[in-house]
């Protein structure tokens, strides 16, 4: 599969799917979209990537680190990143959760607040639900990712 | 005088806390560790003795809404059975530095007497039926950890799992005469009392009658006695017992003679006057006569020092079990007090076991002889401790046995039982003939001449005889004034148990009665039987040996081994390491159990199908199946997973025109990773074979019934549905601009109404990752040889690769 076409075409779309993928993610609290879409999206663009390039190139194209070919999968540096993230993801979803405990709110309350006069937006609205859906964002990149660069590496 | 929650909790938690520190104390204290026990133990024992004399409930409050309360109720006989727990604790403790010097794996030793202290100290407590059991299994648990302390010795390990099984087994009997008794309980004394032991104790009367109303009484006490009978080895239950000394000896001291198998009897007297009748009296006098006799039997048999302790000890929680199985009070006061004399005579002889064994290197009975010129202190020990056992008088066992004897004379006087009257008294001196016998033996030990194959025999150290001496110098206090001990404990556990308690009072008989021509005659013929004690055991091992199927043991290795087999089969059929017959179980499976809810639950008659389809979603739906068909057509994986794509590409479309962009969107974005990591695997799928016709078949049928299940499953679903919208709907619809601030409500949903739930899918994703890895992580640990193995295996992996690589470049 890494074939000139297959390459050519992933430098083009990869930048475009990772833009959509997070503009998804952001306006999905009031347009079709969210934390669960956006991160599918974004392990796709990853799953471009290591298609067009070998499960490697991450490492070795883009990070400029030296690779023991060979070696477990499981002990790469960017799959070790791919499992802190959903880690980290799984701890803010839950943190976001635990913090309305501390206004007396229940678990997981959500609230939001309209910002006005703010530029080029004019009027912004930040839900605290953002914090939780980012969660879910990392853990499905995270483990997505996590999945796809170890099992494909066998 | 009521007692204190705050300490009553201590004393139970301190432990528990103890165990969670043990990898400090032993990071501290190395081997010395025990020392620290017998703090610990001391500290939960003063806590107890502080409530000496109060009685009452205390509760912590713990599931409200399930009515489930960590209630602990404190009175003689729960102060009694916890006391003797924590002091036996500190002596074991103060014994096993000695005993345990130089062994590995002593943080797993001791981590797990300490969370065994704690749960037998909270089951003597507990008046919660669900704290009960919890507290009853967790010492299942520690004593499981326990046998199976020698990790490497396969008989202990054989032994663990035994023990495991049975107990934990009759646990679960005693859990649903648990639930049996909460739902009579809930029904009589109102909900908030519905696992409230210390509540249904109190009103015993209401409970029974309402039990014997709906048929219920003797299944509930069968149950309780099924659980009972499994912890406190009765026969047919007994054999783990005897298994169970794979353990170390202070292992088997404090559990498998002191306390962990008391629990049944100690659990049998808590609810006797709740269920006594003439029942009761017929099932726990038969069954602990039985076991008393039987057990006494095998104890002659044995040739192993801690083998005929063991089945010493099930005979004489054979002989608790009878007593409170006589519903006089004679019954009462019988289990009540050879409670406590069995804990000390018996631990004390369990550590003389362990010194002997320690010090001369050998268990075997024929070995051993002669030890009191090595030995002197443990001779002495022994000598209180086995004539206490034996019913010797004026030895403190001599009064409880006596006290048994009078309750099996009497019991023909309370209830009309015909020829057992006869011979319940009969068998219960026909059992004691053989403890006087077997406690002579061991005692004999210690006297005659040594054997010449007995190796030099060294002095213990201090701290191994002081456990043992503590025990001794008791049942001696006990065995001169045994009034004392039934002032200080034994009336006020007499009170708990018996149902119209008087005061008790023992001492050595001054004239001649019923019970004591028994206990005459059980020890005259005790002595003049013993010169002849080598052909009766010889004989009793002609006829147990030959004859497996008498030994429940036996039976035991076939069931299980029975069971083995059965599983394996059913998991080589189930599980045959392909995927497609896995799938082939589960859907089955999942559809046989779908559909025969629907049937059973009648949903399948008010099927409506409506038509409400427009011509676009139509054409979709069309070509959806034209590629499901061309799926299943297609002859290369290539076009396999382009046509599938088409499948899901049209289904996201489907979702569209049913005006949901969200669901829309998530089928876009999977179906998308999903084809792109076929393509990214594909080259490494094997080429399609050729697959046999009935194989064929079998798929075929499979698949329909799978695709009819999920249709009918989403007619019968959405036809349950009330016509528009539902309140839920209408509520997200209205409420997720006010109260969520989004427009999406879909997303609003997910992250805001019903974010636990999200919340938990996320748990599953990151489930997944962790399963995925550990999978692929640990297949190559496997034994050393695979190890090293695999090894080579990744030198050669290396060198592929780093040629590949080249080629690459």
Same mark, same amino acid.
């Given at each position: 599969?890494?074939?000139?076409?297959?390459?050519?075409?992933?430098?083009?779309?990869?930048?475009?799917?990772?833009?959509?993928?997070?503009?998804?993610?952001? =306006?999905?609290?009031?347009?079709?979209?969210?934390?669960?879409?956006?991160?599918?999206?974004?392990?796709?663009?990853?799953?471009?990537?290591?298609?067009?390039?070998?499960?490697?190139?991450?490492?070795?194209?883009?990070?400029?680190?030296?690779?023991?070919?060979?070696?477990?999968?499981?002990?790469?540096?960017?799959?070790?990143?791919?499992?802190?993230?959903?880690?980290?993801?799984?701890?803010?979803?839950?943190?976001?959760?635990?913090?309305?405990?501390?206004?007396?709110?229940?678990?997981?309350?959500?609230?939001?607040?309209?910002?006005?006069?703010?530029?080029?937006?004019?009027?912004? =609205?930040?839900?605290?639900?953002?914090?939780?859906?980012?969660?879910?964002?990392?853990?499905?990149?995270?483990?997505?990712?996590?999945?796809?660069?170890?099992?494909?590496?066998? | 005088?009521? !007692?204190?929650?705050? #300490?009553?909790?201590?004393?139970?938690?301190? !432990?528990?806390?103890?165990?969670?520190?043990? *990898?400090?104390?032993?990071?501290?204290?190395?081997?010395?560790?025990?020392?620290?026990?017998?703090?610990?133990?001391?500290?939960?024992?003063? @806590?107890?003795?502080?409530?000496?004399?109060?009685?009452?409930?205390?509760?912590?409050?713990?599931? !409200?809404?399930?009515?489930?309360?960590?209630?602990?109720? #404190?009175?003689?006989?729960?102060?009694?059975?916890?006391?003797?727990?924590?002091?036996?604790?500190?002596?074991?403790?103060?014994?096993?530095?000695?005993?345990?010097?130089?062994?590995?794996?002593?943080?797993?030793?001791?981590?797990?007497?300490?969370?065994?202290?704690?749960?037998?100290?909270?089951?003597?407590?507990?008046?919660?039926?669900?704290?009960?059991?919890?507290?009853?299994?967790?010492?299942?648990?520690?004593?499981?950890?326990?046998?199976?302390?020698?990790?490497?010795?396969?008989?202990?390990?054989?032994?663990?799992?035994?023990?495991? %099984?049975?107990?934990?087994?009759?646990?679960?009997?005693?859990?649903?005469?648990?639930?049996?008794?909460?739902?009579?309980?809930?029904?009589?004394?109102?909900?908030?009392?519905?696992?409230?032991?210390?509540?249904?104790?109190?009103? /015993?009367?209401?409970?029974?009658?309402?039990?014997?109303?709906?048929? @219920?009484?003797?299944? #509930?006490?069968?149950?309780?006695?099924?659980?009972?009978?499994?912890?406190?080895?009765?026969?047919?239950?007994?054999?783990?017992?005897?298994?169970?000394?794979?353990?170390?000896?202070? &292992? /088997?001291?404090?559990?498998?003679?002191?306390?962990?198998?008391?629990?049944?009897?100690?659990?049998?007297?808590?609810?006797?006057?709740?269920?006594?009748? *003439?029942?009761?009296?017929?099932?726990?006098?038969?069954?602990?006569?039985?076991?008393?006799?039987?057990?006494?039997?095998?104890?002659?048999?044995?040739?192993?020092?801690?083998?005929?302790?063991?089945?010493?000890?099930?005979?004489?929680?054979?002989?608790?079990?009878?007593?409170?199985?006589?519903?006089?009070?004679?019954?009462?006061?019988?289990?009540?007090?050879?409670?406590?004399?069995?804990?000390?005579?018996?631990?004390?002889?369990?550590?003389?076991?362990?010194?002997?064994?320690?010090?001369?290197?050998?268990?075997?009975?024929?070995?051993?002889?002669?030890?009191?010129?090595?030995?002197?202190?443990?001779?002495?020990?022994?000598?209180?401790?086995?004539?206490?056992?034996?019913?010797?008088?004026?030895?403190?066992?001599?009064?409880?046995?006596?006290?048994?004897?009078?309750?099996?004379?009497?019991?023909?006087?309370?209830?009309?039982?015909?020829?057992?009257?006869?011979?319940?008294?009969?068998?219960?001196?026909?059992?004691?003939?053989?403890? &006087?016998?077997?406690?002579?033996? %061991?005692?004999?030990?210690? #006297?005659?001449?040594?054997?010449?194959?007995?190796?030099?025999?060294?002095?213990?150290?201090?701290?191994?005889?002081?456990?043992?001496?503590?025990?001794?110098?008791?049942?001696?206090?006990?065995?001169?004034?045994?009034?004392?001990?039934?002032?200080?404990?034994?009336?006020?556990?007499?009170?708990?148990?018996?149902?119209?308690?008087?005061?008790?009072?023992?001492?050595?008989?001054?004239?001649?009665?019923?019970?004591?021509?028994?206990?005459?005659?059980?020890?005259?013929?005790?002595?003049?039987?013993?010169?002849?004690?080598?052909?009766?055991?010889?004989?009793?091992?002609?006829?147990?040996?030959?004859?497996?199927?008498?030994?429940?043991?036996?039976?035991?290795?076939?069931?299980?081994?029975?069971?083995?087999?059965?599983?394996?089969?059913?998991?080589?059929?189930?599980?045959?390491?392909?995927?497609?017959?896995?799938?082939?179980? &589960?859907?089955?499976?999942?559809?046989?159990?779908?559909?025969?809810?629907?049937?059973?639950?009648?949903?399948?008659?008010?099927?409506?199908?409506?038509?409400?389809?427009?011509?676009?979603?139509?054409?979709?739906?069309?070509?959806?199946?034209?590629?499901?068909?061309?799926?299943?057509?297609?002859?290369?994986?290539?076009?396999?997973?382009?046509?599938?794509?088409?499948?899901?590409?049209?289904?996201?479309?489907?979702?569209?025109?049913?005006?949901?962009?969200?669901?829309?969107?998530?089928?876009?974005?999977?179906?998308?990773?999903?084809?792109?990591?076929?393509?990214?695997?594909?080259?490494?799928? !094997?080429?399609?074979?050729?697959?046999?016709?009935?194989?064929? &078949?079998?798929?075929?049928?499979?698949?329909?019934?799978?695709?009819?299940?999920?249709?009918?499953?989403?007619?019968?679903?959405?036809?349950?549905?009330?016509?528009?919208?539902?309140?839920?709907?209408?509520?997200?619809?209205?409420?997720?601009?006010?109260?969520?601030?989004?427009?999406?409500?879909?997303?609003?949903?997910?992250?805001?109404?019903?974010?636990?739930?999200?919340?938990?899918?996320?748990?599953?994703?990151?489930?997944?990752?962790? /399963?995925?890895?550990?999978?692929?992580?640990?297949?190559?640990?496997?034994?050393?040889?695979?190890?090293?193995?695999?090894?080579?295996?990744?030198?050669?992996?290396?060198?592929?690769?780093?040629?590949?690589?080249?080629?690459?470049?």
């Amino acid at each position: 599969m890494t074939t000139v076409i297959m390459r050519t075409t992933a430098r083009a779309i990869v930048p475009i799917v990772l833009v959509v993928s997070i503009s998804l993610f952001i =306006e999905g609290h009031n347009l079709p979209g969210g934390g669960f879409i956006g991160g599918v999206l974004t392990t796709t663009a990853f799953a471009i990537i290591y298609m067009g390039f070998g499960l490697d190139f991450l490492e070795r194209g883009i990070l400029g680190r030296d690779v023991d070919p060979g070696k477990e999968p499981s002990r790469d540096r960017v799959v070790v990143a791919y499992r802190r993230l959903f880690a980290y993801g799984f701890a803010i979803a839950v943190v976001s959760g635990l913090a309305p405990l501390a206004f007396g709110q229940p678990f997981l309350t959500q609230t939001f607040v309209m910002l006005e006069g703010v530029p080029i937006y004019d009027h912004l =609205e930040v839900a605290s639900a953002i914090a939780f859906d980012f969660g879910v964002y990392c853990v499905v990149v995270g483990g997505l990712l996590t999945i796809l660069s170890v099992v494909g590496a066998e | 005088m009521s !007692p204190d929650l705050a #300490v009553v909790v201590a004393a139970v938690a301190v !432990p528990f806390v103890a165990a969670a520190l043990t *990898p400090l104390f032993f990071r501290v204290l190395g081997e010395e560790t025990g020392f620290a026990g017998t703090v610990v133990a001391l500290a939960s024992f003063s @806590l107890l003795a502080t409530q000496y004399g109060s009685e009452g409930t205390v509760a912590l409050e713990w599931i !409200p809404a399930l009515n489930v309360a960590l209630r602990f109720y #404190v009175d003689g006989w729960a102060l009694l059975f916890a006391l003797l727990a924590s002091g036996i604790g500190a002596l074991i403790f103060t014994y096993s530095p000695a005993y345990m010097h130089g062994q590995s794996g002593l943080v797993r030793y001791y981590a797990a007497l300490f969370a065994f202290m704690g749960s037998i100290i909270g089951v003597a407590l507990a008046a919660d039926l669900i704290a009960i059991f919890l507290f009853w299994e967790l010492t299942s648990l520690a004593s499981f950890v326990l046998i199976g302390f020698y990790t490497a010795d396969d008989s202990s390990q054989y032994a663990a799992r035994m023990a495991m %099984f049975i107990t934990v087994g009759g646990g679960l009997f005693l859990l649903v005469g648990f639930l049996m008794l909460s739902v009579v309980a809930a029904d009589i004394l109102g909900s908030g009392a519905a696992f409230d032991l210390a509540a249904m104790l109190e009103e /015993s009367d209401a409970m029974a009658t309402a039990l014997r109303d709906r048929g @219920l009484f003797l299944p #509930v006490l069968g149950l309780l006695a099924i659980g009972a009978g499994t912890k406190s080895a009765q026969v047919p239950l007994h054999f783990w017992l005897p298994n169970a000394m794979a353990a170390p000896t202070p &292992v /088997s001291a404090f559990l498998h003679s002191a306390t962990m198998v008391k629990v049944g009897v100690y659990f049998i007297g808590r609810v006797r006057p709740m269920l006594v009748g *003439p029942e009761w009296l017929f099932l726990f006098a038969t069954l602990g006569l039985t076991t008393m006799t039987v057990c006494a039997i095998m104890a002659v048999a044995a040739t192993d020092i801690k083998e005929l302790l063991a089945y010493s000890t099930a005979s004489h929680l054979g002989l608790m079990v009878a007593g409170f199985g006589f519903t006089s009070v004679y019954g009462a006061e019988t289990g009540v007090f050879h409670l406590l004399n069995h804990a000390l005579f018996k631990a004390a002889l369990f550590l003389v076991a362990g010194i002997i064994a320690h010090e001369a290197g050998t268990r075997e009975i024929n070995k051993l002889g002669g030890l009191r010129h090595d030995l002197p202190v443990t001779a002495a020990i022994t000598t209180v401790a086995a004539l206490s056992m034996a019913g010797i008088p004026p030895f403190n066992g001599f009064y409880s046995k006596e006290l048994l004897f009078e309750a099996a004379v009497e019991a023909s006087h309370y209830h009309d039982i015909g020829l057992l009257g006869w011979l319940y008294p009969a068998v219960a001196v026909f059992g004691s003939i053989f403890t &006087v016998l077997y406690s002579l033996r %061991f005692l004999s030990l210690f #006297v005659g001449d040594r054997p010449e194959a007995l190796d030099y025999v060294q002095s213990p150290p201090v701290t191994m005889l002081v456990s043992p001496a503590v025990l001794a110098l008791l049942a001696a206090v006990v065995s001169v004034d045994p009034q004392l001990a039934v002032d200080v404990i034994v009336q006020s556990g007499l009170e708990a148990t018996a149902v119209d308690p008087g005061e008790m009072h023992v001492g050595l008989p001054t004239s001649y009665s019923t019970p004591v021509g028994m206990s005459a005659v059980t020890i005259a013929v005790g002595l003049a039987a013993f010169p002849f004690y080598d052909r009766l055991h010889d004989g009793i091992r002609g006829v147990v040996g030959p004859t497996p199927p008498i030994r429940p043991n036996w039976w035991y290795d076939v069931i299980i081994e029975g069971l083995t087999d059965e599983g394996r089969w059913f998991a080589e059929t189930l599980h045959n390491g392909l995927l497609r017959t896995y799938a082939t179980w &589960v859907l089955s499976g999942i559809c046989a159990f779908a559909l025969a809810g629907f049937v059973a639950a009648g949903a399948i008659d008010s099927i409506g199908v409506g038509t409400e389809v427009t011509v676009a979603m139509g054409l979709v739906l069309l070509v959806a199946v034209v590629g499901a068909l061309a799926v299943v057509l297609s002859d290369t994986h290539v076009a396999g997973v382009l046509t599938l794509s088409i499948l899901g590409f049209m289904i996201a479309i489907f979702y569209i025109l049913g005006s949901a962009p969200d669901l829309a969107l998530t089928q876009l974005v999977v179906e998308t990773l999903v084809l792109v990591l076929f393509l990214l695997v594909i080259e490494e799928i !094997p080429a399609i074979e050729r697959i046999a016709v009935g194989t064929t &078949v079998r798929d075929v049928a499979l698949s329909l019934v799978v695709g009819v299940t999920a249709f009918i499953t989403v007619l019968v679903s959405s036809g349950a549905r009330p016509a528009g919208s539902t309140d839920i709907a209408r509520y997200f619809a209205a409420q997720a601009v006010p109260e969520g601030g989004g427009t999406n409500i879909v997303n609003v949903t997910l992250v805001d109404f019903r974010g636990f739930d999200t919340l938990g899918e996320l748990a599953v994703v990151a489930l997944a990752a962790i /399963s995925i890895l550990t999978l692929i992580v640990m297949r190559g640990r496997g034994d050393e040889r695979s190890a090293a193995r695999s090894d080579d295996d990744a030198i050669e992996t290396r060198d592929t690769d780093t040629t590949t690589g080249g080629t690459d470049e």
